[in-house]
């Protein structure tokens, strides 16, 4: 069964740039996966950030963006800031109408 | 504004039947072009798709939990519903529900979710 991989934690200073990828334990990722993005504070519900791999939702800032990079889906953040602390998950369309999650990055900003 | 408001019991003993239901606001489950959609998130860990049905009521399921899974849709009432059968401590968790769009398979609308624990 192939799994959704995310980098399970990652770090950046503030004001800094960080890419967090999302890939498969088998294959590439390309855009016929539709890649998704969340942010999720703990506690909190999920945000929604990018859909079919670079559209950004209604109000997520521009620092926010999407793309595929190399085989892997990826999430950069430019210009970070305190409230971009939190977990961030990806999601991919199989095929067959199955969909899954991957395991999730907890982005430090420090 | 779309809402999703998830209501059950928030407590499940273990072997017995998980039901939870997802009350959509203003518009209709039967909307065309939504999957509506449960998710749940196990304490500490990440988020884990279940399933969804389709607003022309075909369902599809999580394979890891398909032998125990029902989504269901009652039209009259504007609700979805989640039925997990033969449930254990591993199925305690917060249970949103939310709403996809067709064909871009994501995520536009969640609900506040809600935390069913098994004893």
């Known amino acids: 069964q192939t799994v959704v991989t995310q980098e399970p934690s990652f770090s950046v200073s503030p004001g800094g740039t960080v890419t967090l990828t999302c890939g498969l334990s088998?294959?590439?990722?390309?855009?016929?996966?539709?890649p998704s993005w969340y942010q999720q504070t703990p506690g909190q519900t999920p945000r929604t950030l990018i859909y079919t791999t670079k559209v950004r939702s209604s109000g997520v800032p521009d620092r926010f963006s999407g793309s595929i990079v190399g085989n892997k889906a990826a999430l950069t953040i430019t210009g970070a800031q305190a409230e971009d602390d939190s977990y961030y998950y990806c999601?991919?369309?199989?095929?067959?109408?199955?969909?899954?999650f991957g395991g999730g990055t907890k982005l430090t900003v420090l | 504004q779309v809402q999703l408001q998830e209501s059950g019991p928030g407590l499940v003993k273990s072997s017995e039947t998980l039901s939870l239901a997802c009350t959509v606001s203003?518009?209709?489950?039967?909307?065309?072009?939504?999957?509506w959609t449960w998710i749940r998130q196990s304490p500490g860990k990440g988020l884990e798709w279940i399933g969804y049905?389709?607003?022309?009521?075909?369902?599809t399921y999580n394979p890891s939990l398909k032998s125990r899974v029902t989504i269901s849709q009652d039209t009259s009432k504007n609700q979805f519903s989640l039925t997990l059968t033969s449930v254990t401590a591993a199925d305690t968790a917060v249970y949103y529900c939310?709403?996809?769009?067709?064909?871009?398979?994501?995520?536009?609308?969640w609900g506040k979710g809600t935390t069913v624990t098994v004893s």
């Open positions: 203003p518009v209709s489950v039967t909307s065309a072009n939504y999957y």
């Open positions: 999601g991919l369309y199989m095929g067959s109408g199955i969909w899954v």
């Open positions: 088998s294959g590439s990722v390309s855009s016929h996966y539709y």
């Open positions: 939310a709403r996809s769009l067709y064909y871009y398979w994501y995520i536009d609308v």
């Open positions: 049905i389709f607003y022309t009521g075909s369902t």
